[in-house]
């Protein structure tokens, strides 16, 4: 649930980024403060998802899943998420080639969006909080329409902060700081 009101945070973040119609473009050294707002949601999103350096802690939140798969979407989320800390910090700098990376990193987040939250793995999740007492085992029933609305609303968000990042780091303001 705190993943849920994090990213609805953030959202509601880039809103408020997307709304802001005065910038530092106009004073070439000066860093504008959307750029400054943005690293820092970066440097979260970047921090919140990033997995733990104990692969087992990961491997059993996606059992069932081959082992390989597991571990190759490991080493792909930890990978972007270190890519998306380092960019976060490089935009601070206004360096072109991090504000690349971060449109390029939310690019595969798109093309990748399925592979983030598979629904087996989010299925043996439900059920291990059942049994472990934190939800309700009222839910059982429903345990696959949970999973799907589960898996909806985490692509969604995903989605969402994705094309978030890819249009707030092309508007021409933005762009022009990294000149």
Same mark, same amino acid.
């Given at each position: 649930?705190?993943?849920?009101?994090?990213?609805?945070?953030?959202?509601?973040?880039?809103?408020?980024?997307?709304?802001?119609?005065?910038?530092?473009?106009?004073?070439?050294?000066? $860093?504008?403060?959307?750029?400054? @707002?943005?690293?820092? *949601? !970066? #440097?979260?999103? =970047?921090?919140?998802?990033?997995? &733990?350096?104990?692969?087992?802690?990961?491997?059993?939140?996606?059992?069932?899943?081959?082992?390989?798969?597991?571990?190759?979407?490991?080493?792909?989320?930890?990978?972007?998420?270190?890519?998306?800390?380092?960019?976060?910090?490089? $935009?601070?700098?206004?360096?072109? @080639?991090?504000?690349? *990376? !971060? #449109?390029?990193? =939310?690019?595969?987040?798109?093309? &990748?969006?399925?592979?983030k939250?598979?629904?087996?793995?989010?299925?043996?999740?439900?059920?291990?909080?059942?049994?472990?007492?934190?939800?309700?085992?009222?839910?059982?029933?429903?345990?696959n329409?949970?999973?799907?609305?589960?898996?909806?609303?985490?692509?969604?968000?995903?989605?969402?902060?994705?094309?978030?990042?890819?249009?707030?780091?092309?508007?021409?303001?933005?762009?022009?700081?990294?000149?």
């Open positions: 649930m705190y993943k849920i009101l994090y990213n609805l945070i953030l959202i509601i973040l880039f809103l408020i980024l997307a709304r802001t119609s005065k910038t530092a473009a106009a004073v070439p050294h000066k $860093i504008s403060k959307e750029i400054i @707002i943005l690293s820092f *949601i !970066i #440097i979260l999103y =970047a921090v919140q998802g990033m997995p &733990t350096l104990d692969f087992n802690a990961y491997y059993v939140r996606f059992y069932p899943a081959e082992k390989m798969l597991i571990f190759g979407r490991y080493l792909a989320s930890l990978g972007l998420r270190i890519i998306m800390l380092v960019a976060g910090i490089g $935009i601070i700098f206004r360096k072109e @080639i991090f504000r690349r *990376i !971060i #449109i390029g990193s =939310a690019c595969f987040n798109l093309a &990748t969006i399925f592979w939250h598979p629904p087996a793995a989010v299925k043996r999740f439900i059920l291990l909080k059942i049994n472990e007492g934190v939800l309700p085992l009222e839910l059982l029933p429903r345990i329409q949970l999973t799907r609305m589960y898996v909806t609303v985490y692509a969604l968000l995903d989605i969402i902060v994705a094309l978030f990042l890819i249009y707030l780091l092309t508007r021409l303001r933005i762009r022009e700081q990294f000149r």
